[in-house]
């Protein structure tokens, strides 16, 4: 047994051993990771969305200028209804006057049709008040 046991002492002690090497290197500074791109450098992430933006996103995109089937919903909060360049519009949404604050985008996002007669958009609406401030909340961060 003595003829195992010394060995694997030293095994042991030695397995434990390299600190000082570990010792001698610098250690790592803030400055020698790379820091993770905010926000602002990747923009908008749908990670972020609630679920309830998933039927948003069908076809609506959250990027600055990427129409899809909707206009982009970058920036949408305080922008003019029917106002986004590079977007074709119904009359209706152009001619509707509105401006897209909260309140408005909850009555849109209750009933599209009932607070824009003629709109191109087909979504029944958000009938979960919620559920529409959760998405509100969201669209405030598009920016």
């Known amino acids: 047994m003595r003829k195992f046991f010394a060995p694997a002492l030293l095994l042991a002690l030695a397995a434990c051993g390299g600190?000082?090497?570990?010792?001698?290197?610098p250690a790592e500074t803030a400055a020698d990771t790379p820091a993770a791109p905010s926000?602002?450098?990747?923009?908008?992430?749908?990670?972020?969305?609630?679920a309830a933006f998933g039927q948003c996103a069908a076809c609506?995109?959250?990027?600055?200028?990427?129409?899809g089937v909707g206009p982009t919903l970058f920036g949408v909060v305080g922008r003019k209804a029917g106002s986004m360049t590079g977007y074709a519009y119904s009359p209706a949404m152009t001619a509707s006057g509105l401006t897209w604050d909260e309140a408005t985008l909850?009555?849109?996002?209750?009933?599209?049709?009932?607070k824009v007669p003629g709109t191109k958009m087909v979504y029944a609406?958000?009938?979960?008040?919620?559920?529409?401030?959760?998405?509100?909340?969201?669209?405030?961060?598009l920016k």
């Open 125 to 141: 609406g958000q009938p979960d008040a919620a559920k529409r401030k959760e998405l509100i909340d969201f669209l405030k961060t």
């Open 19 to 25: 600190g000082a090497d570990k010792a001698d290197a």
């Open 39 to 50: 926000p602002a450098e990747t923009g908008p992430s749908l990670a972020s969305a609630p």
């Open 60 to 67: 609506h995109a959250i990027k600055p200028d990427a129409n």
């Open 106 to 114: 909850d009555a849109y996002l209750a009933d599209p049709r009932a």
